[in-house]
């Protein structure tokens, strides 16, 4: 199986270089994001309890969102892979991808940490907020996304460097030639 977490902080681009990457190696593409906002959606019980997170930018509990990952990689099985866009956000998430992981036999193949300036990725933000109306895309939410962002996601990148797993690529540029970049590295990893 191909592994890959894409990494970066809200706004890098991970979703778009995730679907891509997603087409091109055929492999499951799991947003923790996507799924939380199609609870909230259906106003199911957990898609409050995350809606009251998500809407002050703030992360929604380690135990949530584990066992929500722990109940797709089951219903998963055969994939040739997945991509994790979002997941994991926090040390203990990332102790818990590998236990899940490895209770299938599985490890994280790559990890790929998207590098974007904090004015640049405002910027994008507040465009696809006004585009998309998603409602975590306004100025407030977003700087709180971004502190919680460095205070409690940016420490896996050292949790993934120390593992010798940490690929980190430049997010400014087309999305094509991110995603090249992006290849160039998984390529290298899987042959
Ligand atoms: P972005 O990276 O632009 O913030 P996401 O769709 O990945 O967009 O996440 C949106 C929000 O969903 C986060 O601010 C957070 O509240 C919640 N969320 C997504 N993934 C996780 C996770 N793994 N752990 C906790 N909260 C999460």
Do not use: W
């Amino acid at each position: 199986m191909l592994n890959i977490v894409i990494f970066g902080a809200p706004g890098s681009g991970k979703g778009t270089q995730s679907d891509k990457i997603a087409e091109r190696y055929g492999l499951q593409h799991v947003s923790t994001g996507e799924i939380l906002r199609e609870e909230i959606a259906s106003s199911t019980d957990l898609g409050k309890l995350a809606d009251s997170y998500m809407s002050k930018g703030e992360l929604v509990p380690d135990c949530v969102v584990i066992e929500m990952l722990e109940e797709l990689i089951a219903r998963n099985k055969g994939a040739k892979g997945f991509i994790f866009d979002g997941f994991p956000r926090t040390v203990p998430q990332g102790e818990a991808l590998n236990q899940l992981l490895q209770r299938h036999d599985e490890t994280v193949t790559i990890v790929v940490s998207l590098e974007v300036e904090d004015e640049e990725l405002v910027d994008r933000l507040l465009k696809r907020g006004a585009i998309s109306g998603r409602a975590d895309d306004n100025r407030k939410t977003i700087e709180s996304r971004l502190r919680v962002y460095y205070r409690q996601t940016a420490p896996l990148k050292d949790f993934y460097r120390s593992k010798d797993l940490l690929k980190e690529i430049t997010g400014i540029g087309s999305v094509e030639s991110i995603f090249e970049s992006i290849v160039k590295e998984i390529d290298k990893v899987i042959v």
